[in-house]
């Protein structure tokens, strides 16, 4: 999908909302499943959408941790770091994936193949420590899975790609 | 499909219901039935293929009287995938670890014998009282026709027809409910407010924003039983005369939205919300808000601003959410398992809820036992019930006989309780006295192996990252809070530092302008109370008596060695080398470079556990 029909789907969903009063919340998470992340250029084009300034869009997507500026990996893993997972060795399991990937949480592959993130508790704890691939849950994970974790997801990104 | 525009008819829906799609559900049903539970942790650890695999194997033997059930989360987390099996005039019995072979098994050995090795040993739901998952686990959380089947809708139908407006605040007050998002205000004096109040237009709303970690009740309530909390906040909504409802849940839980929007269609299309509910007249229409990642939005004026669209920054209070909230309109918010007591409140009255849990608190409190654990889940029991039956009898106790050392109640919100407590009966003013409170009802068990400075630090770091940043007290005092427990965690800390926490805490506590920084000191200012040698070990000896703060931590290798060299071998930086001591088989003793180690404890139990040569210092 190319960039103007990105907006296309945007504008055609901000139309059909009912009232635009309080409404930038759901046109964000919108905006976000449309294009991924939120940059500056999209962040103008829903101030002008819901004639709000700019600076207030802005506020919402710097202040709510869901909401990103920042291009993310395609594939996109989240380790939870609820309480839950933590007292389980949770902070060992990022360490392990950042060192395997060499990227600092909230970062990127240079190949923009996979991206690491820190998230709050996804409410999984019984099958703590959990972590999420691209919306896909891997429970009970050890630091001796995260080697075959990322084995999965390189080869699928080949075939993807080739 | 028709409206259903009367008791009557809802009466003659059930029985058609009992009678048809939801049969297994009849008191007298001669089928036996197996659910396979499929909320999140059951889906994250497989149950879609052994749903597939016991509906196949039931329909190979052609058997009549089997039933495969997708049903919510049983709350036996730590079983998932679990299949339940509940014959005809029987106790159900639990299987836990089950594979799609496995589940073969069930249907083609365990329906034929009774027999089979994954079959767990405790029956049923032991001392549990369940109120607010009263369906989940038994009921197919898809299907409309199942709720109704149990029951469903007949509270709000009792509401409208029987009770009226007053009424239904009267029992709801006379009940002694109050809220379980934490803060225990009574739930029926704050619909009273909203139904005194004149204004044409009010909001109900539901806060399904379970940012708490480790706790994950709502989202099972959710999941399992959506109905129970739409069939509440329509009765919500007739007492205090509010045609909106809006539900505020977390982005982080997709199913438990796409569950909402599937129920709240379901109950439009039969009449039992939207316009003129069961031909009364009465009007209730419900959305769906989603959150977007904030703790403090759980604050309810967090929330309200978050609704319009703006930072989730919480408002100076008065006037209350009930005065002036949405809008600047009247507003009732409760939390998702508030709401699940109310249709049994309703429909049971108020004297019968009374019956349960202490005389202050009464009913139950569904609790998410995680950490250091035997049996992780959800328990819902009668308020008072004591810490130590929730641990032991219902939690099953503490994993490879490790010692009980903490229980963290109240998520970042609470605090830690030793096992000095364990024997207190568990209600808000009791939890409240030690230090602690009962938040959502999150309990993380804790063990020998964690240490409460580094477990503060850790509520510290997500208070700090949480914070809105409107008030002083929260923005800047736990930055400072964190600063310290930080620095006594790597070994640079002071007995000053120790009097600083206690003094900062007070003052935050005192002066924030909200519930996340009025609570947000408690995990340390508990700690610092009941684990004070751990903090002075810490500060005077620079050490972790739990091998957990990862600075002040040395691994270090003893004469015990044998000079296998395993441990080298698996070390990541390569820093373990063979000395030129001899040791008595020939071999050399290994030393552990110590400006080289990363402390990442690969070695430890790499060495063979005969010898255990490797020691944390």
């Known amino acids: ?162 | 499909m028709a409206r259903i525009n009367s008791l009557a008819e809802l009466t003659a829906y059930k029985n058609a219901a009992l009678a048809g799609v939801s049969k297994y559900l009849a008191n007298d049903s001669e089928q036996t039935i197996i659910y396979v539970g499929m909320a999140t942790c059951g889906i994250a650890a497989g149950a879609e293929a052994i749903f597939d695999a016991l509906n196949d194997e039931v329909k190979k033997q052609g058997l009549q009287n089997v039933v495969v059930v997708p049903t919510g989360c049983a709350g036996k987390c730590y079983a998932e995938p679990l299949v339940e099996i509940k014959k005809p005039n029987a106790d159900s019995v639990f299987a836990s670890g089950i594979t799609a072979d496995t589940a073969r098994k069930i249907v083609s050995e365990y329906l034929a014998n009774g027999t089979g090795d994954y079959i767990l040993p405790n029956k049923g739901y032991g001392k549990q009282v369940r109120i607010a998952l009263r369906n989940c686990g038994i009921i197919d959380p898809t299907k409309i026709e199942d709720y109704i089947a149990v029951g469903g809708y007949e509270a709000l139908a009792k509401a409208l027809t029987q009770l009226g407006r007053g009424g239904v605040v009267d029992e709801m007050k006379k009940s002694l409910l109050r809220g379980r998002g934490g803060a225990g205000f009574p739930t029926g004096l704050k619909w009273e407010f909203g139904y005194k109040n004149d204004e044409p237009k009010k909001y109900i709303i539901c806060n399904a924003d379970e940012g708490d970690p480790g706790a994950f009740m709502d989202r099972s309530i959710l999941e399992g039983d959506p109905h129970n909390v739409l069939e509440a906040m329509a009765i919500a909504g007739f007492a205090v005369g509010a045609a909106e409802g809006i539900f505020y849940i977390r982005a982080e839980y997709p199913l438990a939205v796409e569950r909402l929007y599937a129920a709240i269609a379901q109950a439009e299309e039969l009449g039992l919300l939207g316009e003129n509910i069961m031909g009364t007249g009465f009007d209730f229409k419900l959305s769906i808000s989603l959150g977007a990642g904030a703790f403090v939005c759980g604050e309810e004026t967090a929330l309200l601003n978050s609704l319009e669209g703006k930072r989730g920054e919480p408002r100076l209070r008065p006037p209350f959410p009930a005065q002036k909230g949405l809008w600047g309109l009247p507003t009732i918010n409760n939390n998702v398992e508030t709401y699940a007591n109310v249709p049994a409140i309703i429909t049971r009255g108020a004297d019968w809820f009374k019956s349960i849990g202490t005389e202050k608190c009464p009913g139950t409190k569904v609790f998410a036992l995680a950490g250091k654990i035997n049996n992780v889940g959800l328990v819902e029991v009668p308020m008072g019930t004591s810490l130590r039956d929730i641990v032991y009898e219902m939690g099953g106790g503490l994993p490879n006989g490790k010692a009980f050392k903490a229980i963290q109640t109240g998520g970042p919100s609470g605090g830690c309780i030793p096992a000095q407590h364990i024997d207190m009966g568990v209600d808000y003013e009791s939890l409240g006295s030690i230090g602690s409170m009962m938040g959502s009802g999150g309990m993380i068990v804790m063990d020998e192996d964690d240490c409460m400075v580094n477990i503060a630090k850790f509520y510290l770091d997500f208070t700090m990252e949480e914070s809105c940043g409107k008030c002083t007290p929260c923005r800047i005092g736990n930055t400072r809070l964190y600063e310290i427990l930080d620095r006594i965690t790597k070994g640079k800390g002071s007995e000053a530092d120790i009097e600083q926490l206690k003094e900062l805490g007070q003052v935050i506590k005192n002066t924030s302008l909200c519930g996340l920084g009025n609570s947000a000191p408690n995990p340390v200012l508990s700690t610092v109370n009941f684990f004070l040698n751990e903090y002075l070990t810490h500060v005077n000896d620079k050490k972790c008596p739990a091998g957990a703060c990862k600075d002040m931590v040395r691994y270090v290798i003893t004469d015990k060695c044998i000079g296998c060299g395993i441990c080298a071998r698996n070390c990541p930086v390569n820093c373990i080398h063979p000395t030129q001591q001899t040791l008595p088989n020939g071999k050399f003793l290994h030393a552990i470079n110590q400006d080289q180690c990363v402390k990442c404890g690969e070695c430890l139990p790499k060495c063979p556990p005969k010898i255990k040569a490797i020691i944390i210092e």
């Open chain 1, 1 to 162: 999908m190319n960039d103007l029909t990105c907006f296309a789907e945007l504008d055609t969903f901000i139309d059909a909302l009912p009232t635009k009063k309080g409404a930038l919340i759901s046109v964000l998470h919108k905006a976000q499943d449309i294009f991924g992340f939120l940059p500056t250029e999209v962040q103008d084009h829903v101030a002008n959408k819901l004639d709000v300034p700019a600076s207030k869009v802005y506020g919402v997507v710097t202040f709510y941790s869901f909401f990103t500026m920042q291009k993310k990996g395609q594939f996109r893993v989240n380790v939870c770091l609820g309480t839950a997972c933590f007292v389980k060795g949770a902070q060992d399991i990022l360490d392990e994936f950042k060192k395997e990937l060499g990227v600092d949480t909230g970062g990127v592959t240079e190949d923009g193949k996979f991206s690491v993130d820190a998230l709050r508790c996804i409410g999984a704890c019984g099958l703590a420590p959990v972590i999420t691939v691209n919306g896909k849950y891997y429970g009970r994970v050890t630091k001796a899975d995260v080697k075959g974790i990322i084995a999965e997801y390189s080869s699928k990104g080949e075939e993807a790609n080739g």
